[in-house]
């Protein structure tokens, strides 16, 4: 499809913010929620190729929005944006904060229904912010991802996001140390940006099917972000993140990078432009330091920052066009709904919460700054390595780390050998070399491991 109307997607007109479903279900006057209609795809009007966010349609099934509430009074919002929030029932205080941009002509109920955040935050427990633009801000609802006047520190959309987050830590008690912000197509456009404008207050991202950060200041430019190769260096890219925030120098978020080889609405480059712009902010080189394959005909790369932890991951979709991967089910990695531009493949809130550590995990810095490529992990065991010679463990451990089996391995404390992980130094086997296998692994004397399920004292 074509993409030369992107010029015109910054059109506005004046207007409200749609009317969205409350917590029980109904708009705020009580009537039943009315679904926005739309063209059934791109194609259709003048403005369909017009951009990037690549006219994520309302096409998809709903679930139900009775969790699905308004917030208002949460600024001086100078976007002009509407803020929906999703909390689990008796969340407690002190927990991660997920904010979740939508794409273009869709809206906070789409994202809502669609993503599989609202049934990760029941399971995990953490709030969900869905913010949500309109016609009245862009002729398709999208993200002003392309405009410095909106998407910048302190400006705009981006500056109305902020508001929204401090409004909800003030509500919910949120943990302002653990919020994160995710989009899809223009949104992850949006975040992308908002990482860049606002590390020092999230601590994590993830762009599905976007761009790097600042690719287009303008409309003009937005074309050739979304189609083409852009020809700049890592460092070049690292720069646009830099001068975003002047002279704040970290901690930066991790961010994870989600693309379809197939997507022709935004150019899979542009994922490589990513990882080149990230790993450039993090000082680390653009060499993965272990791959994986996942569901999906889904290739995890990592690039690990100096101690060890990975700060950069990209996930390729072979095959997968524009859109959310997401992969409806009933086990632990499945979740959202498939539907236009949500995309049964693999789903990415599971495998970017795992990230994260929304479901508990907690990963940390080893003294390692050197990571070695591994093969992906078999899912068939072999013979377990001949132990080495190893030094004789002390009775005050170092550190204790639990996380997941590929997750131990990649930060330096295991090792992995046919398809199983074992602890460095005592060899111990902590069983298959993937991400649902979790132990406690305590740091005995120095570079010496051993499996401390049942606790790290003494």
């Excluded at 709030?127 to 002729?139: G, K, R």
């Excluded at 976007?210 to 074309?223: F, K, M, V």
């Excluded at 693309?259 to 609405?265: E, R, V, Y």
């Excluded at 495998?351 to 550590?357: D, E, H, K």
Aim: proline share 7%.
């Amino acid at each position: 499809m074509a993409l030369t109307g992107l010029a015109r997607v910054g059109l506005t007109r004046t207007g409200a913010a749609r009317t969205a479903p409350a917590r029980d279900g109904r708009a705020r006057d009580g009537r039943a929620p009315r679904r926005r209609s739309g063209p059934g795809r791109w194609a259709g009007a003048a403005l369909a190729g017009a951009l990037l966010a690549g006219g994520l349609l309302t096409g998809a099934p709903q679930a139900s929005a009775a969790g699905l509430g308004q917030v208002t009074g949460f600024g001086t919002n100078p976007g002009n944006l509407a803020m929906y929030s999703y909390v689990p029932a008796a969340l407690p205080a002190g927990k991660p904060l997920v904010v979740a941009l939508h794409g273009c002509t869709q809206t906070a109920t789409d994202y809502y229904n669609n993503s599989g955040r609202a049934q990760l935050a029941d399971r995990w427990g953490f709030s969900v912010v869905f913010p949500q633009t309109s016609s009245s801000n862009n002729l398709l609802s999208c993200f002003s991802w392309f405009d410095s006047s909106k998407d910048t520190r302190g400006k705009g959309e981006a500056l109305s996001v902020k508001q929204m987050v401090d409004k909800a830590v003030a509500l919910y008690g949120s943990d302002p140390s653990r919020v994160y912000v995710t989009g899809l197509s223009a949104g992850a456009g949006l975040a992308a940006d908002l990482l860049a404008d606002y590390p020092d207050v999230f601590a994590g991202g993830s762009i599905a099917s976007g761009l790097p950060a600042q690719c287009a200041t303008t409309q003009s430019a937005a074309s050739g972000c979304q189609n083409s190769n852009q020809n700049l260096t890592p460092a070049q890219w690292g720069d646009k993140v830099r001068a975003s925030y002047p002279g704040y120098t970290g901690p930066w978020p991790r961010v994870a990078i989600w693309h379809g080889s197939s997507d022709s609405t935004v150019a899979p480059v542009n994922a490589t432009e990513l990882r080149d712009q990230w790993t450039n902010v993090w000082g680390i080189g653009q060499s993965a330091s272990a791959t994986q394959s996942l569901p999906g005909n889904t290739t995890l790369s990592v690039y690990n920052d100096a101690a060890g932890r990975p700060a950069v991951q990209l996930y390729s979709v072979s095959g997968m066009g524009h859109g959310l991967p997401v992969s409806p089910g009933s086990g632990t990695t499945n979740c959202g709904q498939s539907g236009a531009y949500f995309l049964n493949t693999i789903c990415s809130s599971y495998y970017t919460g795992l990230f994260w550590g929304l479901d508990g995990a907690t990963a940390s810095p080893t003294p390692s700054t050197s990571t070695s490529t591994s093969p992906a992990p078999s899912s068939s065991p072999s013979a377990s390595p001949s132990p080495s010679a190893s030094p004789s463990p002390s009775a005050s451990p170092l550190g204790c780390w639990t996380d997941n089996n590929y997750n131990q391995v990649a930060a330096g404390r295991a090792h992995q050998s046919g398809g199983y992980a074992y602890a460095n130094g005592s060899n111990q086997n902590m069983g298959l070399w993937n991400l649902f296998v979790t132990h406690t692994l305590k740091e005995t004397s120095a570079g010496y491991f051993v499996v401390a399920d049942s606790g790290c004292s003494g």
